[in-house]
């Protein structure tokens, strides 16, 4: 059974930065869609990024473009999201996922999922 790992969560103040990592313990995975969500309190999970197998594509949310980049590297198996210039309004639980398909903005679509990480970000 393969679960995707979170790390990287935290308090930072606006303005500031963090980088989140995700790699699954198991087993690796290969030629798969990378992809992150949040869900903040009240508030249905939504798409926030996503990174094709090769790495060649990545997709965002319009609310974190220019803001977050979402590297992977498949020698270690391990996809990341970089998150800049932070905002209160991103304030949420983030969840790494990972997909055979290309479906990368809707989360039915994930075959795999980690339990979330916690990012706060205060004013």
Avoid: H
Wanted: proline residues 3%; charged residues 15%.
């Amino acid at each position: 059974q393969v679960q995707l790992v979170e790390s990287g969560g935290g308090l930072v103040q606006a303005g500031g930065s963090l980088r989140l990592s995700c790699a699954p313990s198991g087993r690796a995975l290969s030629r798969i869609t990378w992809g992150w969500f949040r869900q903040a309190p009240g508030k249905e999970r939504e798409f926030v990024a996503a990174v094709t197998w090769s790495g060649g594509t990545s997709y965002y949310a319009e609310s974190v473009k220019g803001r977050f980049t979402i590297p992977r590297d498949n020698t270690k198996n391990t996809v990341y999201l970089q998150m800049n210039s932070l905002k209160p309004e991103d304030t949420a639980v983030y969840y790494c996922a990972a997909q055979y398909g290309n479906n990368w903005s809707r989360a039915g679509e994930y075959d795999y999922w980690g339990q979330g990480t916690q990012v706060t970000v205060s004013s």
